[in-house]
């Protein structure tokens, strides 16, 4: 008897987590009220819906083209819950992607939510890498092409056509996050001890040094 109410237990839990996601609403809307408060949740604390108006539910300025005048030639657009108040516990908001002439989204991930893309111009390659043993899934994508990047993977957007490219992504949460991979180890405040990276990637600690000093540009 016990072992099946172990495996009951187990079989709840795995259940669980395997459709978790943000939290449900528990009514219509619950705009962020994002004035200082003393009281900490996990999310927005909700406005009065008394205070509520349809601004909360609006964002302006997507059709706006991102400044892509960066080292990495890209720049991602966020409307999340932290400009568009009304998104708090929908479990869902969108980024715009703009990319020069080779312009890079470089590997990064989302800690939150799984990000669905739609490419409206210009030509794109871009892929992801699984859990380990890590393997890579990339696929050219041309307008009007759809691609899926899973929850918490890291994937990478690169545009390899002749001209700019344009992109918007959906993503499955107010407040995906983002972690770029080459930021994160090499441009962390404090910094990653130099042992460790020189261990992790089986080189000499001039390497470590040298990526250390460049300036790890930021898109978002």
């Not at 978790?20 to 528990?26: I, K, Q, R, T, V």
Request: hydrophobic share 40%; net charge negative; proline share 6%.
């Amino acid at each position: 008897m016990g072992s099946y109410v172990f495996a009951f237990v187990v079989l709840g839990l795995v259940y669980t987590q395997a459709f978790a996601s943000d939290p449900s609403p528990l009514q219509d809307f619950c705009v962020a009220d994002n004035a200082p408060k003393v009281l900490f949740v996990n999310g927005v604390v909700c406005k009065n819906p008394a205070h509520v108006h349809a601004d909360d539910f609006f964002f302006s300025g997507l059709d706006k083209p991102g400044d892509t005048n960066n080292a990495l030639g890209s720049k991602v657009t966020p409307v999340n819950v932290n400009n568009l108040f009304g998104l708090n516990t929908l479990g869902i908001s969108l980024v715009r992607i703009d990319f020069a002439r080779h312009g890079l989204n470089p590997p990064h991930t989302h800690p939150r939510a799984t990000e669905v893309l739609t490419l409206l111009e210009g030509k794109l390659y871009v892929g992801f890498v699984t859990s380990n043993p890590p393997k890579l899934f990339t696929k050219i994508l041309n307008k009007g092409d759809v691609f899926v990047f899973p929850h918490g993977l890291i994937h990478f957007q690169h545009n390899i056509g002749h001209e700019n490219a344009v992109a918007i992504a959906g993503l499955s949460s107010q407040n995906p996050g983002v972690i770029t991979v080459a930021n994160a180890v090499f441009g962390s405040n404090p910094s990653i001890n130099d042992d460790v990276l020189e261990k992790a990637f089986q080189v000499d600690d001039d390497v470590i040094d040298y990526l250390k000093s460049q300036f790890w540009t930021d898109n978002q």
